[in-house]
Every structure is written in C-alpha cells, then in structure tokens.
C-alpha cells in the first residue's frame, strides 16, 4: 500500500555553472547545526572555501563537475541534499540524479538571470516531476535586477510548458555567500531559515510502497580503496538490508545475476554511515554488487522486476584517442598501451554515461564521443594526472542519418559582451553559420546576443572570441536540436610551422620567423611538432634548431641579440580547439605538444596526395 513519508526530503540543487549552488549548499551545511566551526574548517582546508567541490579539477576550475549527495537533518526531517554540475557538458550526470529528487531548488543569479543550463534542467525537471522552488541569489550584487529575473523565470517556466500549479512557483532571495535567505525583500534577511522552512513546506516527502518487492536503480557509483566498488541509488519500493540475497537485472539487455548486499549506507552530514535497513524513498549506497552498473535495478530475490531504463541525451563529440608514439614518449610519463587504454576507457564508462567508446582502425586507436569539449577535456587532464600519457586528434561533431537526410546538432548560444565588441561576436557567429534570435541591452555598457549555431561551429570558437573581444566576453552554450546539416565552416585561417629536425629550438633560428611561436629558445622539439603559426594559409616546415654558424668575420650590426617575443602558451582545450584534421595534440603529465599526424614530411605529402 503507497503512502508518504513525511521524515524525508530528497532535493536535488541545479542551476548554470558559477551561479552559486555550491557555495548555499555549503551554507546549509554550516547552518544545519550538525557541524562544529573546527570540523567545517577542517573540511574546507583553507584553501578554495568549498567544502562540496572535493575533486581537484573541480577546484582549480571553479565549477562543479560531479554531483555528490550529503544528508542533513531540519529538525525531525532528513534531507538528501544533491549537488549537480552546472555546465551543459555534464548534463548526463543531470539528468540521472534528478530521478532520485523529488523536488528542486532552481538557483538564478540576481543580476545575470537564466541563461542555457537554467532552461536545460528546468525541462528536465519538468519531465521527472519534480516541484521546483525558485532561489535568486546574490541579491547583494550591485547590479541586481530581482524583479526582472522574478519576471524572467515566470516567462521561462510558460516556454518550458509548465502547468498553473508549477507556474506558482514559491521564490526565495538569498545570499549565499553571506549565508541569509527571506522569502519578502521587505524583511532584512538573517538566515537561511526561509530556505529550511520551503524544503519542508513545499518540497513533498516521497510516496511508497515499503511492503513491496525491493526495486532500487543505480544512479552513481564511486570506488573506495577499503571496501570495493559502491553503488548509489534511491529505494524505489520495498526495503534493502544488509546481507540480503537479490537480483540485479541489468539495464542494457534486460539479464539478471544474483548477488549479496554486504553493506548498507546512509548519508549522514558529509560521509557515510553503516545501517542495518533503509526503506522505500531513501538514498542509499550499497557495498557488494560489484557487477552493478548505472541504469540497473537491484531487485528482490524472488521477484526480480527492472525500472524503466534511464534515457540520457545522446553525445554530440567524436575524438579520436591513440597511443602516444611520439618521439618524446615515456620522457614525462608512462605511455598507455592500447590494452591499457582501453581498460581506462572501460573504468570510465562504469560511471561517465554520457560518454560512449569503439574500436578505432587501429587496433591503438578508439573513438570517444561525449558531450562536449569540456566534457571530454575533464577525461583527458585525469588520465594526465595520473601519470599516463595520450595523444587526441580534433573534436568532431557527430551527425545524424535521418530519412535520407543529414542532420547536425545545433546548440542554443548565448553572449554577453561590452558594447564596443557586439559587432565583433556578432561577425564571427554569423560566419560560422549562426542565426541571431535575441539581442538587448545587457547589464552597464553590454549587450545580450543569443544565437543558433551549429555545434561543429563552436568548435574553435572560445578562443577566438576572447580574442576578439579582449577577454571581455562571457559565453554559454547547450544542446538545442538537431537540424538539417548546413554548408562547410571556415577552417582555421592560417598554417602552421612544422618542425624540421629533433633537438633544442635556438633563438637564432627563430629570429626570421613571422607570426606566433609556440616554444621558446632551449626547449625540445621533434620533427613534424607543430611549433608555431604561419602568416600565410600555407603549411610550412621550418629549421628552428640550428645554431649560429662560428666564423671569424665580423661586422656591424650582426651581432646584434635576437628580439624574440614570448611563445603563445595553450591549455587543453585550447589546442584540442587549435589543431587541424592532420594533427593531433600530444598530453603528457607536463607538458602539451602540437603535432602532425604524420611526422615525417614525405609521409604527410604521401597523405595530401591520397586526400586529392
């Protein structure tokens, strides 16, 4: 018989990247009274302030990429509050832990509003159910604009298709840095009070069935060096002991195996904790179902019935990975072998959905398709932290055969830019194939510019823009839809120096060269590294590594010291955005490297005959 209970909130916290969830959440945790100020200031080291963001990347980029869960308790109440990523790349770690909510907190900034990521898990949460409780925060910006974000969520909600009872959304103004929250701006803010009382006024417990066969689908799963592999997941139906006999049945072929639960876990504060039971409605982890993997539903024994599979977005990024053969392999690292690769990729698609990996034509070569640029730089910089070396050829977009008819994936773009640079975004969108849908005065001395644009045409375009604009503008894109396939983008503009020989690249060397070099003098370079831009559309392989020729001549002025500028740097993503379809980007745990496909420059004229 369903009923619901009333001791249990589950609340997933989803709003676009930098908008400040994960700094609330961390106030939630400070004022939940659970913790002493030692033991929070213990969590956050001193160092990046936030206590959720535990992964390094996710630190050094200031974003959250994996979703976490932790449990607090609001008198009587246990709440199972769940981080999400904010950026669209990570929407596949989205769109499976809103199935453990039932309600969610919708994080906007005061002063930006809604932009992409804010739609994109509104209509996910929509189609999960879910009740949704509005939170504007950084009301204590100067450029706040409250009334207007109040107006632009209410229009938002509407175009998503919201009904009259989810339109009356309830509206919380809060600071999370300051930690204070009020549901009245005519009442100076204390606390987050207001937001303790909306979870358990406006967020519904859960409904169940705890006398029902056990169903529990596996939403996440993490490692621990003590007790194996972990599964997470929210009880659906019936209950979960520990050393339960059940059946697993998997989500990709509908097969089943039995096993048996070795422990059951709570979330309690930040950590985990033992338990005999948990019953329908809870989120639990569970050691022991090792063959386990995300989708599948951890059943009862004798009445093994499956959930409805999750349904995750479909990648829209092909990149090819091989094993690093470059002359300078195993200097930094330990070269991957293929058997090696393919047993990271393996690991990783134990808990990465979104991603997917085949065979490339080599038998070192696969083919990795995910989200997005960031989504699979977040892959490569973890294989390069842990010692490994790889070499990755040029994000490609992956297209679609539909009724005889070639479609692309087109993505919703939004930029934000100083008014003296609006003509410059608007010229290098347009002549990527985008279409304007939106400009408006934005914020001060800006302009707001939402676009279409293929997904093939974002590629390389980050980097341009920042260029464009002086670093000024601020850029967001998701997933939009997928439509008919448009004409060839502009490639990259112009060639590349190539370089000629293996040893140290010498300033003398240098010194004639135009354009942007990529190494500076006493560095290493191999041949067929690519160590600079041309200024011409042309390829064109160089001698940068020969020494000033001794000779007992002199004469005024030949003496004089070469004046050579300082190399352009790149980051991953950066050169993945950079290369060309011959080239690949070397990824050691030191160091970045441009290359050709093929080092040798007869190989590569071999190849350019063959591509005619």
């Keep these: 018989m369903k009923a619901k209970r009333t001791d249990i909130r589950n ?13 609330l959440v961390d106030q ?10 030692e033991e929070l200031d213990k969590l956050v080291g001193g160092q990046h302030g936030l206590i959720m963001d535990s992964n390094d990347q996710e630190r050094e980029r200031g974003i959250t990429i994996l979703a976490k869960n932790c449990g607090i308790r609001i008198g009587d109440v246990k709440v199972n509050l769940i981080d999400t990523p904010g950026h669209a790349d990570f929407g596949g770690e989205v769109e499976r832990i809103l199935k453990m909510a039932d309600g969610a907190f919708v994080l906007v900034d005061a002063s930006e509003g809604p932009l992409p990521q804010t739609r994109f898990v509104l209509k996910k949460a929509f189609a999960c159910g879910l009740k949704p409780i509005v939170i504007i925060n950084k009301i204590d910006r100067p450029d706040a604009r409250i009334q207007d974000i109040h107006n632009l969520m209410f229009e938002l909600f509407i175009e998503l298709g919201a009904d009259d009872d989810t339109a009356d959304f309830p509206v919380i103004y809060a600071s999370g840095r300051a930690g204070i929250a009020t549901t009245d701006m005519a009442v100076p803010p204390k606390d987050l009070k207001p937001l303790f009382d909306a979870i ?3 967020i519904p417990g859960p409904d169940v069935d705890t006398e029902a066969p056990l169903q529990m689908q596996v939403a996440a799963i993490s490692y621990s060096e003590f007790l194996g592999k972990i599964v997470v997941g929210r009880v659906t139906a019936g209950k979960i002991r520990k050393n339960q006999k059940v059946t697993v049945v998997k989500q990709k072929d509908g097969t089943t195996f039995n096993d048996t639960v070795v422990q059951v876990l709570e979330f309690e504060r930040l950590a985990k904790k033992e338990i005999e039971m948990v019953s329908a409605g809870d989120v639990c982890a569970v050691v ?11 059943c009862d024994f004798d009445k093994p019935m499956g959930l409805p599979p999750l349904s995750i977005d479909e990648p829209t990024l092909d990149m090819l990975f091989k094993v690093n053969d470059s002359p300078f392999a195993s200097l930094d690292g330990k070269p991957m072998t293929s058997r090696e690769l393919r047993a990271r990729l ?16 080599r038998e070192s070569e696969f083919i990795v398709s995910g989200r997005g640029l960031l989504h699979l730089g977040v892959l490569l910089e973890n294989i390069r932290r842990e010692g490994g070396e790889i070499a ?23 930029v934000e830019a100083p008014n003296e640079h609006s003509s410059s975004v608007m010229r290098l969108v347009l002549e990527r194939q985008g279409e304007c849908i939106k400009m408006e005065g934005g914020l001060g001395n800006s302009t707001h510019m939402e676009f279409h644009i293929p997904a093939r045409g974002l590629i390389g375009l980050r980097t341009r823009m920042l260029t464009a604009t002086q670093g000024t503008a601020i850029m967001h894109h998701n997933f939009h839809e997928y439509r008919q396939a448009r004409a060839g983008m502009p490639g990259r503009a112009n060639g590349v120096y190539i370089s000629k020989n293996t040893a140290k690249v010498t300033a003398y060397s240098v010194d004639g060269l135009s354009g942007t070099l990529f190494v500076a003098p006493g560095e290493e370079v191999y041949e067929g590294q690519v160590v600079g831009e041309h200024g011409r559309d042309k390829d064109l392989t160089v001698n940068i590594t020969d020494p000033k020729p001794l000779t007992n001549m002199r004469a005024s002025g030949t003496d004089a010291k070469a004046a050579i500028k300082p190399p352009m740097r790149f980051s991953m993503e950066m050169a993945l955005e950079y290369i ?7 990824i050691t745990p030191n160091h970045l490297r441009m290359r050709k496909l093929y080092l040798k420059e007869n190989d590569r004229k ?5 591509r005619q």
């Design 346 to 361: 393996d690991s990783e698609l134990q808990h990465n959905v979104a991603l997917r990996v085949k065979q490339g034509e």
């Design 288 to 298: 022991g179902i090792d063959d386990a993997d995300i989708g599948d539903t951890i």
């Design 392 to 414: 990755v050829g040029k994000p490609k977009v992956i297209m679609k055969e539909v009724d005889g008819k070639t479609l692309e994936p087109i993505e919703y773009l939004v």
């Design 200 to 202: 358990l006024e406006k």
């Design 28 to 37: 939630m945790l400070r004022q939940s009274g659970q913790f002493r100020s």
């Design 11 to 23: 609340v997933a916290v989803i709003a676009h990247v930098d908008h400040g969830k994960t700094t």
């Design 606 to 610: 071999k190849f350019e005959r063959g």
């Design 580 to 586: 060309d379809d011959d080239e690949l980007v070397e």
